[in-house]
T-cell receptor, first 110, second 117 residues
Framework: KQEVTQIPAALSVPEGENLVLNCSFT??????LQWFRQDPGKGLTSLLL?????REQTSGRLNASLDKSSGRSTLYIAASQPGDSATYLC?????????FGAGTRLTVKP | DTAVSQTPKYLVTQMGNDKSIKCEQN?????MYWYKQDSKKFLKIMFS???????INETVPNRFSPKSPDKAHLNLHINSLELGDSAVYFC????????????????FGSGTRLTVV
């Protein structure tokens, strides 16, 4: 059974710093992967989707990569801003079902 | 606020009752979904509607019936509630016509915690 782990559980950085969030899988047979953002009291919003044939996706200051051989994905955030403060979750997608990690709570200090 | 909103956030009810959970999205998405949180951090898809048309209907008891009055709304009605129905239910929407969970712009509501006593 697939288990998804996210490290670190919480991260605090000063504004402007580049940072990396990590997501790892026990079963490297990852089908597709999404990174989500969750603001307090709100639902999840998809940030980046990496389909099975892809290795990375970029959107603005965000870059997500997927290395199936090692069962890992990273979310890189460049030039972090206080507005990036949120919880970030990765999810393995298999036949429309989603298995999530516990998330990384990011705080970007002004 | 553009979002997917679910009501109520919490629902406690007795066995045998009939209840509904409402979901609305103002993102202009064509596709909406209902998921059940099967265990911690695992969301299992139940239903999906595209522009009011049912396109996914997973194996769930027929006591669960989705209703989509328009493409911005997808409500979940549950008849004769059972103890095992207790769970968190999530509504979601996406912008693609049909890529399922591979759609871009996937947005979830904050969930409805249903407790059947």
């Amino acid at each position: 059974k697939q288990e998804v782990t996210q490290i670190p559980a919480a991260l605090s950085v000063p504004e402007g710093e580049n940072l990396v969030l990590n997501c790892s899988f026990t079963d490297s047979a990852i089908y597709n992967l999404q990174w989500f953002r969750q603001d307090p009291g709100k639902g999840l919003t998809s940030l980046l989707l990496i389909q099975s044939s892809q290795r990375e996706q970029t959107s603005g200051r965000l870059n997500a990569s997927l290395d199936k051989s090692s069962g890992r994905s990273t979310l890189y955030i460049a030039a972090s801003q206080p507005g990036d403060s949120a919880t970030y979750l990765c999810a393995d997608i298999n036949n429309n079902d989603m298995r999530f990690g516990a998330g990384t709570r990011l705080t970007v200090k002004p | 606020d553009t979002a997917v909103s679910q009501t109520p956030k919490y629902l406690v009810t007795q066995m045998g009752n009939d209840k509904s959970i409402k979901c609305e999205q103002n993102l202009g998405h064509d596709t909406m979904y209902w998921y059940k949180q099967d265990s911690k951090k695992f969301l299992k898809i139940m239903f999906s509607y595209n522009n009011k048309e049912l396109i996914i209907n997973e194996t769930v008891p027929n006591r669960f019936s989705p209703k989509s009055p328009d493409k911005a709304h997808l409500n979940l009605h549950i008849n004769s509630l059972e103890l095992g129905d207790s769970a968190v239910y999530f509504c979601a929407s996406s912008q693609d016509r049909w890529q399922g969970a591979l759609s871009y712009g996937y947005t979830f509501g904050s969930g409805t915690r249903l407790t059947v006593v």
